[in-house]
């Protein structure tokens, strides 16, 4: 069985080649709840949906969260109120929170609305939210306000500097049911290639994860979010560096180290592969762009050989 660490649309991509490899049967995904928000009344999921979305092949191919072919007619309708636009709601996608938010309300844990979304979209992959209690990232600009994590990464584009990151909630917050034995069971644990710092890091803010991934060091795989020391996508390299790493594989590395006993860097850093080790973090050297379903299928085949 594998067990994956799961953000948006970096773990999304390594997942579907994940499936293309070994049954979704035998794949759980423990997904980042941390940004989550309420827009509209409505509870959104964005790693969750990406993840959903991306697995059952209905994912926008261009921008990796939302629909393909998606419609907008009420964010139409929204703009010409005058009302909250920033967040870009497809017909479709808003169909699936307002289920969500329905069923909450009706009492279903977000763990049961997460697998009745999976059935609905025959997914198979079983997906856990990393927790059912309240976990929010929290964004302190440099000599500004604290803003919620999609207001920081969407209406501000993460082009604000930041002074820290918390996630509310994290003391309190218990794994939701599965995270714990899917973590402990698993064959092989794949941190996929997500920002480390607000993808991964509310993860290991959750009470007990960061535990078991200790005790499992040497059957975790990671992918490196960075490649030529930039992410491929979102402010994963400035959020290192305003963190006190380096926007590089062997910054991923560093923050990381405590619990990931292998680090697979793509062919770009092959020389930093020598700084890696001596970080005590195994290093793979391999083709880490997923450009499309063949290169994702050829990385999750070296993640998953690279677990022995
Ligand atoms: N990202 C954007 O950059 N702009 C958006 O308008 C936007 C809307 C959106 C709606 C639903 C959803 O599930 C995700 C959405 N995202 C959008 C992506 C989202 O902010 C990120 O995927 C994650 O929160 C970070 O991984």
Known sequence: MITALAGGVGAARLLAGVVQVVPPSEVTAVVNTGDDTVLHGLHISPDLDTVLYTLANVVDPETGWGRAGETWRV????????????????????ATHCYRTQRLAEGASLSEVTAELVRAFEVGVRLLPVTEDTLRTRVQLAGGPEVGFQEYFVRLRHEVATDGIRFEG??????????????????????????PVVSIGPLLAVAGISDVLRRR?????????????????????????????????????????EWLGTLVID???RTLAPAVEDQGVRCVVAPTIMSDAEHAAALARVVLDAAG
């Open 170 to 195: 994290a003391d309190s917050a218990r794994p939701a049911p599965g995270v714990l034995p899917g973590l402990e069971d698993a064959d092989t644990i794949v941190v996929c290639p997500s920002n």
């Open 217 to 257: 060091r040497d059957r975790t795989v990671g992918v490196s979010p960075i490649v030529a020391g930039r992410a491929l996508k979102g402010p994963a390299g400035r959020l290192l560096v305003e963190g006190g790493f380096e926007s590089s594989v062997v910054g991923v590395a560093r923050f990381y180290r």
């Open 267 to 269: 062919e770009a850093d």
């Open 75 to 94: 964010m139409d309708g929204l703009r010409r109120l005058g009302g909250v636009t920033w967040f870009n709601l497809g017909d479709q996608d808003l």
